[in-house]
């Protein structure tokens, strides 16, 4: 099978050279209209549910959280769609802050490589080590570098670090992290 370097095969429609297919989009958009219909008070596992089913992508799923479902894209990135309002905040708000923070607390952002309204790509990161106590220190450590650089890390945990191929220590989901006055969790919440 011949593939090109977004990892599709060759005469598959992509989009705008997005990782993505063009129906894989268009199943997104989908998802993310229903999600708006669907009941506030149905538990994550419901909504979970209904996301795979109406998405049906050909990704592996390789994690989630309360508010998103995140693909192995099987190409070294991840694609986490929104499950919730919050979910879709959060995407925009590790777009707004990737691309705008500082850099030196960038290295410590899982870098972003393509968003949209609901999605977002994701470069893939080592979640899958055994934590040493030397660990909740660097942690401890990142907490510290983020509040000198003016930003509040909110949900900073050790669920939401993982390793670079430097085996540095990264944020991946930093959705409620505040930059400045203009990120999107501070426009959602205030
Ligand atoms: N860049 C990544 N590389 C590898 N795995 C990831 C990546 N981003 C997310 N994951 C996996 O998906 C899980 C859920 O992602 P994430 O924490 O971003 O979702 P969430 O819904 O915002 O979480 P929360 O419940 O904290 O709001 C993570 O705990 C991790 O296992
Ligand atoms: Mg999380």
Same mark, same amino acid.
């Given at each position: 099978?011949?593939?090109?370097?977004?990892?599709?095969?060759?005469?598959?429609?992509?989009?705008?050279?997005?990782?993505?297919?063009?129906?894989?989009?268009?199943?997104?958009?989908?998802?993310?209209?229903?999600? #708006?219909?669907?009941?506030?008070?149905?538990?994550?596992?419901?909504?979970?549910?209904?996301?795979?089913?109406?998405?049906?992508?050909?990704?592996?799923?390789?994690?989630?959280?309360?508010?998103?479902?995140?693909?192995?894209?099987?190409?070294?990135?991840?694609?986490?769609?929104?499950?919730?309002?919050? #979910?879709?905040?959060?995407?925009?708000?590790?777009?707004?802050?990737?691309?705008?923070?500082?850099?030196?607390?960038?290295?410590?952002?899982?870098?972003?490589?393509?968003?949209?309204?609901?999605?977002?790509?994701?470069?893939?990161?080592?979640?899958?080590?055994?934590?040493?106590?030397?660990?909740?220190?660097?942690?401890?450590?990142?907490?510290?570098?983020?509040?000198?650089?003016?930003?509040?890390?909110?949900?900073?945990?050790?669920?939401?670090?993982?390793?670079?191929?430097?085996?540095?220590?990264?944020?991946?989901?930093?959705?409620?992290?505040?930059?400045?006055?203009?990120?999107?969790?501070?426009?959602?919440?205030?």
């Amino acid at each position: 099978m011949l593939l090109n370097n977004t990892g599709k095969e060759k005469g598959q429609q992509t989009n705008n050279g997005s990782m993505l297919l063009r129906e894989e989009i268009l199943a997104i958009g989908s998802w993310l209209s229903s999600m #708006g219909k669907q009941h506030f008070f149905e538990t994550t596992a419901q909504r979970m549910a209904s996301a795979t089913n109406t998405l049906n992508l050909p990704y592996e799923m390789i994690g989630h959280g309360y508010n998103r479902i995140v693909y192995d894209l099987n190409n070294g990135y991840v694609l986490k769609i929104a499950l919730s309002e919050i #979910g879709m905040m959060a995407n925009a708000n590790e777009a707004y802050i990737h691309t705008n923070c500082r850099e030196e607390v960038r290295k410590y952002l899982c870098p972003v490589s393509e968003f949209a309204s609901g999605w977002i790509i994701m470069k893939k990161m080592d979640t899958n080590v055994r934590h040493a106590v030397i660990d909740y220190m660097k942690l401890i450590k990142l907490e510290m570098m983020f509040l000198k650089y003016g930003m509040i890390p909110i949900d900073l945990r050790i669920a939401n670090v993982a390793f670079s191929e430097e085996n540095e220590m990264v944020v991946i989901d930093y959705g409620l992290f505040t930059l400045d006055r203009k990120s999107p969790v501070l426009r959602w919440f205030i």
